[in-house]
């Protein structure tokens, strides 16, 4: 099983739409959990950290799964503009980050 | 904000020539890291440092060294670089080692 799983996608949602990806990972020692956005040919950038209780930011929802090991991220009412790939990332132990390979959302008119 | 910088965006280089990536970032984080990212294979850790002077091998640190001699700067070099080694070369860094890692905007390294 690899360490960090993600759906590659692509998710085609209409805009308004609510959509979530769920990212599975293996190392149940894993403390730090992380989603970042990346756009085209652009670098990763912090969208949220992940929460044991679970966290919102504005439309978007985070949420920690750890008897099944898995993270989410709930995206609320769609805009062209999160259209992008989203990557979870998740500290193992020392400090190294282990990255999802991520899964690409389109939203469309 | 944090920001972090790479020496160049875009870089052609031939099979063979020594290849040096260079990353800054200006927030005195004392990790930092060289990823390579490609289409399927997601990020992959190269090499990361946790204080000058100090390296650790990631994941594919075959065919690559590094070196961090100021606390700031860390750089990638490729001794002899290979057409495999075409990639988008990311470099980032964080303050501590739980804490969230910021990004370079890329080195897209083309080998011939």
């Known amino acids: 099983r690899k360490e960090v799983e993600q759906d590659p996608g692509p998710f085609n949602v209409p805009e308004g739409a609510t959509v979530a990806f769920n990212c599975t990972y293996s190392n149940s020692a894993s403390q730090s959990f992380f989603w970042y956005r990346q756009d085209c040919r652009k670098e990763p950038k912090l969208l949220m950290s992940v929460y044991s209780s679970g966290n919102e930011d504005g439309r978007f929802t985070a949420q920690l799964n750890r008897a099944s090991q898995y993270i989410s991220l709930l995206i609320r009412d769609s805009k062209l503009s999160d259209s992008a790939t989203y990557l979870c990332?998740?500290?193992?132990?020392?400090?190294?980050?282990?990255f999802g390979t991520g899964t690409q959302l389109k939203v469309e008119l | 904000d944090v920001k972090v910088t790479q020496s160049s965006r875009y870089l052609v280089k031939r099979t063979g020539e020594k290849v040096f990536l260079e990353c800054v970032q200006d927030m005195d984080h004392e990790n930092m890291f060289w990823y390579r990212q490609d289409p399927g294979l997601g990020l992959r850790l190269i090499y990361f440092?946790?204080?000058?002077?100090?390296?650790e091998k990631g994941d594919i640190p075959e065919g690559y060294s590094v070196s961090r001699e100021k606390k700031e700067r860390f750089s990638l070099i490729l001794e002899s670089a290979s057409t495999n080694q075409t990639s988008m070369y990311l470099c980032a860094s964080s303050l501590g080692a739980q804490d969230t890692q910021y990004f370079g905007p890329g080195t897209r390294l083309t080998v011939l």
């Open positions: 440092s946790y204080d000058v002077k100090m390296k």
């Open positions: 990332a998740l500290q193992g132990g020392g400090n190294k980050l282990t």
